[in-house]
C-alpha cells in the first residue's frame, strides 16, 4: 500500500456493524518489555500537565508521563516494523513511538485516540486522521491500570508483552464512538505501555504543522507555535 492509501483500505473494507478490537497476548516477549522498561526509564519525561505550549496547565483526565522513543534506536524500529505488519499498514504511516508511565494515581479519563475536527486541522491536514492504535503493556505488577472501552463494555487487564489494537474510525472514516477508551487509576506499582497510531497517510508532523500555519494565516489567526512536546 503507498502513502495515500484510502480510509476504506487502512480500515480494511469492514462492514458497517463490525468493529475490531484486537487483543494478542506475548506479542513481545517479557525480555523485549524489559528493555524498553529500561530505555524507557534513563529517557526524558514530559508530564501530562504541561501542554502544547510548554506551559504548565491543570489536567485532572489524564495523569501520567510521556516518553517520545527514536527511530534510530534498534529495538524501536523492529518493534515498529513488527506492528506495521500485523497492522497492514505502511511503517511511514506509523507516528514516532511513544512510552506513557503511569505511577500510583495515574489514570486516562475516557477519551479517543482519533481527532475531532479542530484537532484534524491543527494536527493532520498533511497526514490526517489517526486510522489504528496498538499499545502494548510492559509489566503486570502492578494494581488497577486496567484499559476499558464503555462502549464495548470491554475491560482488559495490563500483562507482559500482551497488545491490544482497535480501530479509531468507522467505515465513513470519522471517529468511531465505539473506540473510546480509558486508562483506569494505578492503584500500586508503576504501568509502563507502548503506544502506537497509524495515519491516513504518510506521518509528516513538520508538514502538518506547517500547513495548520497556511489555514491559519488564510484565516487570519494566530499560528501555532513551536513547541518540542509531541501531539499525544
Known amino acids: 500500500m503507498g502513502k495515500n492509501t484510502s480510509v476504506k483500505e487502512l480500515m480494511g473494507q469492514k462492514p458497517r456493524n463490525d468493529y475490531n478490537l484486537e487483543i494478542l497476548p506475548q506479542f513481545i516477549t517479557f525480555d ?8 524507557i526509564d534513563k529517557s526524558d519525561k514530559i508530564s501530562s500537565t504541561i501542554g502544547l505550549d510548554g506551559k504548565e496547565i491543570q489536567n485532572s483526565s489524564r495523569i501520567s508521563e510521556t516518553v517520545s522513543l527514536c527511530d534510530c534506536t534498534k529495538i524501536v524500529m523492529d518493534l515498529k516494523k513488527k506492528v506495521a505488519k500485523h497492522l497492514g499498514v505502511p511503517i511511514a504511516n506509523i507516528e514516532p513511538v511513544q512510552a506513557q508511565v503511569y505511577s500510583i494515581g495515574g489514570k486516562f479519563e475516557n477519551h ?5 475536527t479542530a484537532n484534524l486541522i491543527k494536527f493532520g491536514l498533511g497526514s490526517g486522521n489517526r486510522t489504528k492504535t496498538l499499545m502494548i503493556y510492559l509489566n503486570y505488577n502492578i494494581e ?29 472514516g470519522e471517529p468511531d464512538i465505539r473506540a473510546k477508551h480509558a486508562g483506569e487509576e494505578v492503584r500500586f506499582g508503576k504501568k509502563y505501555i507502548l503506544t502506537f ?30 513547541s518540542h512536546i509531541k501531539i499525544i
Not at 479517543?112 to 475531532?116: A, E, G, P, T, V
Not at 507482559?160 to 489494537?165: E, F, I, N, R, Y
Request: glycine share 6%.
Open 197 to 226: 497510531w497509524c495515519r491516513e497517510r504518510e506521518y509528516d508532523g513538520m508538514e502538518d504543522t506547517r500547513l495548520y500555519n497556511e489555514y491559519m494565516k488564510q484565516h487570519e489567526l494566530p499560528p501555532k507555535k513551536k
Open 112 to 116: 479517543q485516540d482519533s481527532f475531532d
Open 32 to 39: 523485549e518489555a524489559n528493555k524498553f522498561i529500561e530505555l
Open 144 to 172: 488497577g491500570g486496567c484499559t476499558t472501552f464503555p462502549n464495548l463494555n470491554q475491560s482488559i487487564m495490563p500483562m507482559t508483552g500482551t497488545s491490544v489494537a482497535w480501530d479509531n474510525l468507522n467505515y465513513k
